[in-house]
């Protein structure tokens, strides 16, 4: 069974960095677009940055130069360097993957984690 686990949340000055990683565990042979969204209490559900198989990214016009996806295929991790964190980043954060190969002949799709706190506060 496929499962995306997600760490490295927490609480953080305005201003500060935090990193975010999330792996993906069980048969998964080819891992397709990856991401992260987030939602703030009281709001709808964002995509933050997203990377492809061939690492092509997009990011929300808010995190652009401030935080930066990447992904590691040889672990089945992607990881959001989040910088110069603002109050307005504070959410719970979400892996999320839309398509995997998990056999030869199966295709499973939109994966989500079960999220990790960020807040940023003094």
């Known amino acids: 069974q496929v499962q995306l686990v997600e760490s490295g949340g927490g609480l953080v000055q305005p201003g500060g960095s935090l990193r975010l990683s999330c792996a993906v565990s069980?048969?998964?042979?080819?891992?397709?677009?990856m991401g992260w969204y987030r939602q703030a209490p009281g709001k709808r559900r964002e995509m933050v940055a997203t990377?492809?198989?061939?690492?092509?990214?997009t990011y929300e016009d808010s995190v652009k130069g401030r935080f930066t996806i990447s992904r590691d295929n040889a672990i089945k991790t992607i990881y959001l360097q989040m910088n110069n964190l603002k109050p307005e980043d504070t959410a719970v954060y979400y892996c999320h993957v839309d398509f995997i190969d998990i056999s030869l002949d199966t295709t499973g799709f939109d994966y989500w984690g079960k999220g990790t706190l960020v807040t940023v506060s003094s």
């Open positions: 069980g048969p998964a042979f080819n891992i397709y677009t």
């Open positions: 990377i492809t198989n061939t690492s092509r990214t």
